[in-house]
């Protein structure tokens, strides 16, 4: 089927208290990996690309892809720009044909965030595309993406004023999660969680969560998140395929002997996430 939109799809995954995994792809294989653990699950996906996958070969590139296996794919598929950083990146995919859109203006003060992050909105709605922002700052670093100093966490009040003057239909909070690799096992604040969804009415988005102990995902699904970011322990499965092929047979040169076992083992990531997620089915 067609490209969709993550609007309908975060409807639904928030009335039915699950949400949709949303992973980042760098090349084809990550691409059809996704598609072919949706598939086999029967579930809705979200595939996205952060700033620097876009710098390393252009949205055209990846938006080629993802339209090309969701074409042929059974399952609903949304190409989503994943932390947009500025509004000339977020109008390039909205122009590409991505069919959601993130702008993070976190890295500015309050009322910076909220007037970029309106200005992408007023852009975007008009075409019918849904817009994620962010309030807080996820730790770690990722690409070039990497956490501020000061306190980094989603204060409740602040959502609720930020989703009421920008009009955005998702957000990413902060309540412990960072980019990259974590050092130790991350504690959530929960709680805080809890307060904003009480404030927030819009779907909520945990970001940083390779790494995250399984049972403290379903946690924070229980508590509102309906869309859930996975990007590093992608590259982390794609990179061991290649090496058991290459540390097995050195003299290999033909990259789709060590690409189909990246590909393989990135499929059983995304359906063990697809599965903790809840989506599964769901299509």
Known sequence: MALVTSKELLKKAQEGHYAIGAFNVENMEMVQAVVAAAEELKSPVIMQTTPSTIKYA????????VRVAAEKASVPVV???DHGSSFELAMKAYRAGYTSIMIDGSHGTFEENIAVTKKVVDACHPGNIPVEAELGKVGGKED???GGDGNPYTVPSEAAEFVKATGIDSLAVAIGTAHGVYKGIPKLDVNRLSEIREVVSIPLVLHGTSGVPDDAVRECIKRGICKVNYATDLRIAFSEGVKEVLNANPDTIDPKKYNAVGR???KQYVMSKIKVCGSDGKA
């Not at 252009?58 to 892809?65: K, L």
């Open 79 to 81: 190409m989503h720009l």
């Open 264 to 266: 393989e083992k990135v």
């Open 144 to 146: 070039d993406l990497e």
């Open 58 to 65: 252009d949205v055209d590139y990846f938006y080629a892809n």
